[in-house]
């Protein structure tokens, strides 16, 4: 599914794709890494997650076929 959102925002030239991953989701941080994202920061205690405070790793994946320039 991540796949077919890449290639429906190139379709539709979206240059970048953001994501917000809890970083103890180990799994789904490789997922999206494997798709293409990489990390570019934390944001610190952004989400809750079991009425506690979580940092929230920031993903993006910027279009090689779509460009803003």
Not at 27 to 35: D, F, I, R, T, W
Not at 40 to 48: A, D, H, I
């Amino acid at each position: 599914m991540l796949n077919a959102l890449i290639e429906a925002a190139e379709q539709n030239e979206i240059w970048t794709l953001q994501a917000g991953i809890f970083p103890e989701n180990i799994a789904s941080v490789a997922l999206h890494k494997a798709c293409g994202l990489r990390a570019v920061g934390r944001r610190e205690r952004l989400g809750k997650l079991h009425g506690q405070g979580r940092d929230v790793w920031m993903l993006e994946r910027r279009s090689q076929v779509v460009g803003i320039f």
